[in-house]
């Protein structure tokens, strides 16, 4: 069998029916995709009652000129870690260039340079985030549940968190009023 095509710098999206309700209407921006497994950071919904200052405080670290911002539910694996998604205007120790897209950073220097005003032109910041076994995302993606689509820099910088979903669905073609939740045979 071939090896399946990589999924960095795209974005999943969980399809209606996935069966798991952490990734109800998830878009997940995919970072590292290999043989290995892959890694994705979710930029579909937000975590509820934290803020950039509120973060910014906890690490000790002033907030500058960062705006107060909220925070992205990256996915369900390690939640207490931060990463930061940003433009390829800025790179830092570890950073991660997906594609020649966008970056991700899970060091402090990023969010340092945000408050200093120094860092990256557009970012957006999680907390987890979404991983897979080796070959598990790509039996995933043959079964059910998942939609690859471009990883569009617009949608990830542009768009609130909540309208992420439906307006990647629309980039790809598909109207999302129009899926349902379950399956029949014939």
């Known amino acids: 069998m071939d090896a399946p095509a990589s999924l960095r710098g795209q974005f999943l999206l969980a399809m209606p029916g996935i069966g798991d309700p952490r990734f109800e209407k998830a878009v997940i921006a995919m970072c590292a995709h290999d043989e290995q497994g892959a890694l994705g950071v979710g930029i579909g919904s937000i975590v509820p ?9 906890q690490l000790d670290i002033a907030p500058g000129v960062a705006p107060d ?3 992205h539910m990256g996915g369900p694996v ?3 870690r931060g990463f930061v998604l940003h433009g390829t205007d800025w790179t830092g120790e570890d950073s991660l260039i997906v594609e020649g897209r966008w970056v991700m950073t899970s060091t402090l220097d990023v969010l340092r340079a945000i408050a200093a005003g120094t860092g990256p032109r557009h970012w957006l910041i999680a907390l987890g985030y979404a991983g897979w076994g080796e070959g598990q995302l790509d039996g995933e993606m043959r079964r059910h549940g998942w939609l690859a689509t471009r990883g569009d820099d617009r949608l990830l910088f542009e768009h609130q968190a909540a309208a992420r979903w439906e307006a990647a669905m629309r980039s790809a073609g598909i109207d ?8 029949g045979q014939a």
């Open 69 to 71: 911002c909220v925070i």
């Open 78 to 80: 390690e939640q207490q």
């Open 176 to 183: 999302p009023r129009l899926l349902a939740s379950t399956s």
């Open 49 to 57: 009652g934290i803020t950039l200052h509120h973060l910014l405080d």
